[in-house]
């Protein structure tokens, strides 16, 4: 066999670099290629995607819009505040964080508890986490952070931001009217997705309902991050492009329907007496006070971790201040209802104004004996003198000759025992028992007539709101017009665009102008009239008003009797709720009032002197803006 | 004999401009660690004074030491696994005191400098050689690829093996048998994937092809991070480049590896396809240019050394570039000339030194 020679040698190794040569340059057009593409035909999809990495938009989140009572004065506002956030980085040494975490926490003065969950989020703080600002101290005032500032400069890592704090002026006395604000909790984050986890949300009154309104547009700052997510300064990576950083719009102004200074006089009224009072105009449905007592302080609610010990005084009172009494809690209508009941006699021929019952102090039905709050008897009624001197006898006979369906069905005409559909959360309805409703709830029993007559003097199973029992004044004064009451009357956006709510008339009733004005004057008797149950607690230096005393058993006379008399608390429950409602001046009528005093005892004697307060003060205020 | 100093600066050119752009390159990767680009300025003068030294010595001394330099190589690798350090989950440096040296990449010139020698010391039949004469060269060369392998690095191993076959098959190899190898290959890729490839480097591959396949939309693939990550990089490069020590991707550390295996994202984000058409011309015109010597050269020894050069460098290019813009799995292959790195530096220093040694003694004869 051939051996070839060094010359033939190089040249096969030549011939065979030649091929190599070729798959070189096919593998490089195969890299050219590959980069083209990259580059050029994907470039602008790889160049979103790098500013995507290095982009991180931060929301800026906006001051909550005020609240305004319609006499002007703020009764929810936001005011500045700082936060102290440290850079859990500079906490991250174990070994020195307990010590770090004590020194910091005795300059910036927070509680032990504070202290500890501070420690504990700390040392649980991994990855990207401790590049992110976690929240130490917020609500500081501007004096207490220039005091702090200096100490701070010793402590590295630590952020001063200025933030928000939620501030209602008028403390307990607009409570229920605002309602007050807290943190998103985790369990919620998912229904209120378009705001930031850390954000507080209305959480009753109009800070809940009008909570679009009032949270305002969130501004955006947009930062440069690096790969495990710090902020960098590089100006040039924006390439000029970067999205302008665009600031937080306050929210929206609410301009709530109620005048302070009635709140302030229901509030003073009230004193220790649980209960509600509201003022509705009666032309146009605009609550113009609605005060529950005892009542909240919103300022110590609305913040980022509410303290246990206010918390639990507030949740476990059992004068439930949080309860706004006025929508929320349902009471016997007691007395306040016969106007309904006579306006449903006269309205399907029951009564006249001039038939007349014989009062004899009881009335035997059957076995049972059912008896006038006066025993004495009222001798011949009418229907003026059954509504004037509240004459239970004259209703039990009334019912005679009127059925329980007419009588419900005229109640609910008046919106009673249904929901207002007034403009804040957690309205309740309460009941109107009919055929149907003892049928749903008390299956067995039969409706005999003594069920009837105790619906028609507002007891029975008969539960209404106190806003119920005002409007109802109001519709009795406006000729029988129900209008949805409500508690904001306009909205003014950051852009200074004004909407305005509209009243909104529920229903027209169709009632005879004669029978209202026959139930009205009765009413205008009850307070201006020797006689009268309000007579003696009526005052009378103002225009003279219409109204209706009440004074509501919680329960029969019977069962409180087997109470034990040592037992104070359960005798002073159950005493009889007073109740009062009106509306002023009698002629031309303005507003409606009603007032329900819990364990009252005397509609007249309790509940009036508080109506009449507000319709002093309304009046009063009035005659001076004219 | 004093030799006369010549140069050949076809050679010399491209080879310091692709040296300038890369450090160019490193001081934008290395902006947080200006240390680290302090030591490869010194890599860099070690490898210029070793090209110089490797020039103007004499060839034949490199292959009277070809095997010896051989058998010290193993030795060297069998130590490392011994007593070598560790860093990153692999043990592939011995610790010299002031520097890290990489054993397997000075065996990337052992192995070219054996084979040469070998083959030359061969004669070739007509017909070309059959499997068992080469089957000293072949088993010698699996023996640093099993020990590299060993260490792991599966790249290093696979790309010594690649070089090694290219300069056999430079030679005459039967045409028979030169059938047999290739049917060899076929048959010993599904093996390597059964036995040879480790989990995580099977899922790499399968990654990469699905990714490759889907055009980058999956990016749930927590694997193909680094692929991304530089992808991105070199796409957002576009025509010309963010500039500069600009490059985002750089600056803020999106890239891994950003100085080592990856420092090619690094020059193509900032200097865009522009850029990168200039660096792979280099390259390219580099790699053509080892190969033109060869029909200059009247031996074989010298002309497998070039064949073995330009070999290595266009592998390392290859799996580099291909590995930076997501067409092969991630490998730990540096990218020459370009990458930080001693060892890295001073082997293509010798690679390179040879080439030119070469070159420059074959100019007139």
New interface residues.
Partial sequence: ????D?????K???L??RV??YV??I??V???S???Y???I??????R???V??TLTERIPPPRGDIVSSDGKLIATTLPSYKISVIPLFFSRPETLSEQVDRFASVLDISSSEKTRLHKSLSECRGSCRYRAMLAKDEISREKIVRLSSYLTNFPGVIISSSYKRYYPYKDKAAHITGYISKISPSEIEDFSQYDPENFIGRTGIERSYQKYLHGDYGEMSH????IGRK?E?P??T?GEFPEHTKAKKGATVVSTIKTYLQETAAAAFGDYSGSAVVIEVNTGKVLALYSNPSFDPNLLSKNRIPARIWNEYSQSILRPLTNKAIQQTYFPGSTYKAVSALAGLHYGAVTPERTFFCAGCLLLGNETKCCWNRGGHHYVNLKKAIKESCDIYFYHMVNDLDIEKLTHFSRLFQLGRVTGIDLPGEVGGIIPDREWFRVNHPGTRLTKGVVMNISIGQGDLRTTPLQLASLYASLANNGVVYRPRIVEKIITNEGETIKIPSEVIRVLDIEQKHLSAINRALYSVANEPGGTAFFHADRTIPLSAGKTGTSQIISLASRKRIDPADDERLNMTRDDALYTAFFPYENPEIAVAVVVENGEHGGSVAAPIAYKLMRSYHLRKSVER | MIQKLKFDYSIIIPVVAILLLGLLSLNSALIHRPSLFNYQLIWASLGFITFLSVSFSDIRMWERIAIPLYIANIILLILVLIIGKRIGGAQRWLDLGFMNFQVSEMTKVSIILFIAHRLNMKPTLEDGYNLFDIFPEAAATFLAMGLIYKEPDLGSSLLIGGVALIMIMSSKINRKWLLGIVVILIISGPLIWNFVFKEYQKKRVVALVTMIVSDGSDLSQTSLYHTNQSMIAVGSGQRTGKGYKKGTQNILRFIPEHHTDFIFSVYAEEFGFAGVSILLLLYLFLIVRILNIIPRVKEKFSALVLVGASAILWIHIMINIGMVTGILPVVGIPLPLFSYGGSSMVLISVILGLVHNISVNNRYI
């Fill in positions: 066999m051939k051996i070839l060094q010359n033939q040698e190089v096969n190794i030549i065979k670099t190599l040569k070189i340059f593998s490089f195969v890299l050219f590959r980069l083209f990259l580059q050029i994907k470039g602008e999809h790889y160049s995607r790098s500013r990495n290095f440069i991050i690096d790969h960098i590089m040039e990576a390439m």
